[in-house]
């Protein structure tokens, strides 16, 4: 490690956060501050040339179940429902890296940057970060011109047991939603959020147009890593055990009991500081229906990074379950109501920090150092809640003669086998294909 570099494990009272609205993934820029680098023929820019600090951040999740196909290969949906019925080699689970480096020096010339990596992680000697294309300014009004504005209603289910809570559920109409109005239940949790394009003089990103490629199931971030560019200072750190990706989520229980209701089961993970559970589906009146393990009401899909002390806050309030939680039963009313609903399991994990000169003990208001680097952790699970995925994707192809039969009489292969996923439309629709 170099000199003056310090990691921690961040605390509950040392993580810092930037409070923010964010609907579901979508990144919002808060501002913009930027310092230009002086010396415009410096190739690489050199730590303290100039003011301001580079922000560098790595967001490692652990993806199983439906997600861990989708992030495996691609392919869409379709690709996704031939794993699901047997046909095809996918990984019980993916890795997905993102990488954001936010810096208040401008490049001399066109951005370049690069991320060289570990060989254990086994997704080459680097990942370029490239600066995205600038886009144009987006429509004031999301619904300005002939799109439809959305119709229909939301009810929000929450709390683990066999019967929802008296009260329940709270409706929310759409059209009042997209017109602002929100309710309590989707402001009381502050996620993180990291460098984005438009905040920083220059900003690089991985994944991005250039490289893609998924990080294989077996990569780790255990090593050795630099960071380094025409528009940052060289970042140097590295990751020791512990500070890596999460074990997968292994759900060990999902099917639908007596009374209607799902109990769910999972097994722990390594790392985990909390978890929350959530489903989401839609009625056949055109409800959409969701449910979360919280006690108290709260936004059913929370799947953002969180800060250690905002963690710790969301388990003291039990809006996250602890870290030793392994159960939560799905109740009957919210199984009945949804249709093929989207059940995701959650295990937020700890978090990393680096930084150059290293942080003092009390560091002062005015502390800048050259970069920062923060490292966080997640794994989820995605599934249909009521329905044991594992047995499903076993490879049932062929084990008691059928794909013979079939090839004898092709007549049969022509008749319409039941879609135990509820229609390929509606899964491709939750993952965006």
């Not at 415009?40 to 560098?56: F, K, L, N």
């Not at 994944?207 to 940052?232: E, I, M, W």
């Not at 970069?371 to 062929?398: E, R």
Request: glycine residues 12%.
């Amino acid at each position: 490690m170099v000199d003056g570099t310090t990691s921690t494990i961040a605390s509950a009272s040392s993580a810092a956060r930037i409070r923010v609205r964010r609907p579901g993934t979508a990144a919002l820029s808060i501002g913009t501050a930027a310092l230009a680098l002086a010396g415009a023929g410096a190739a690489i820019a050199q730590a303290g040339a100039t003011g301001g600090t580079a922000v560098y951040w790595m967001t490692a999740d652990t993806t199983s179940g439906m997600g861990s196909m989708m992030a495996g290969g691609g392919g869409g949906s379709a690709a996704m429902m031939q794993a699901m019925m047997g046909g095809g080699e996918q990984a019980d689970y993916a890795h997905l890296l993102s990488l954001q480096l936010g810096s208040p020096r401008k490049a001399a010339g066109e951005p370049s940057a690069e991320h060289l990596v570990p060989a254990g992680l086994r997704a080459g000697p680097s990942l370029p970060l490239v600066t995205p294309q600038r886009m144009p300014a987006a429509e004031t009004d999301p619904w300005h011109g002939t799109m439809e504005k959305p119709k229909g209603r939301l009810l929000i289910y929450w709390g683990c047991g066999d019967r929802a809570r008296p009260g329940q559920p709270v409706v929310i109409d759409f059209a009042s939603m997209m017109a602002g109005k929100m309710p309590p239940a989707f402001t009381n949790v502050r996620p993180l959020m990291g460098p984005v394009a438009g905040r920083h003089a220059t900003y690089g990103e991985w994944p991005n147009q250039r490289s893609a490629k998924p990080v294989p199931a077996a990569g780790s971030l255990v090593g050795d890593h630099v960071v380094r560019g025409n528009y940052t200072p060289e970042i140097k750190f590295s990751l020791a055990q512990g500070q890596d990706f999460l074990a997968p989520v292994v759900v060990s229980g999902n099917e639908a009991g007596p009374a209607g209701s799902v109990p769910l089961a999972w097994r722990p993970v390594g790392g985990a500081k909390a978890w929350f559970v959530a489903t989401m589906g839609a009625a056949q009146n055109g409800d959409m229906v969701m449910w979360s393990s919280s006690e108290t009401q709260t936004m059913p899909m929370m799947m953002a990074h969180l800060a250690q002390d905002e963690i710790a806050r969301l388990v003291a309030s039990k809006v996250l379950l602890p870290a030793s939680a392994t159960r939560c039963t799905v109740p009957a009313e919210v199984a009945k109501a949804s249709q093929s609903g989207m059940l995701t399991t959650t295990a937020f994990g700890g978090e990393a920090n680096f930084s150059h000169p290293a942080r003092p003990a009390k560091a002062p208001a005015s502390w800048r150092p050259d970069w920062t680097v923060k490292l966080l952790t997640k794994s989820s699970y995605t599934g249909l809640l009521g329905m044991d995925m594992a047995q499903m994707m076993g490879g049932q192809s062929g084990a008691d003669g059928e794909d013979e039969q079939q090839a004898e009489a092709p007549e049969k292969a022509k008749k319409k086998k039941r879609n135990p996923f509820g229609g390929i439309e509606s899964i491709g629709s939750v993952f965006g294909q």
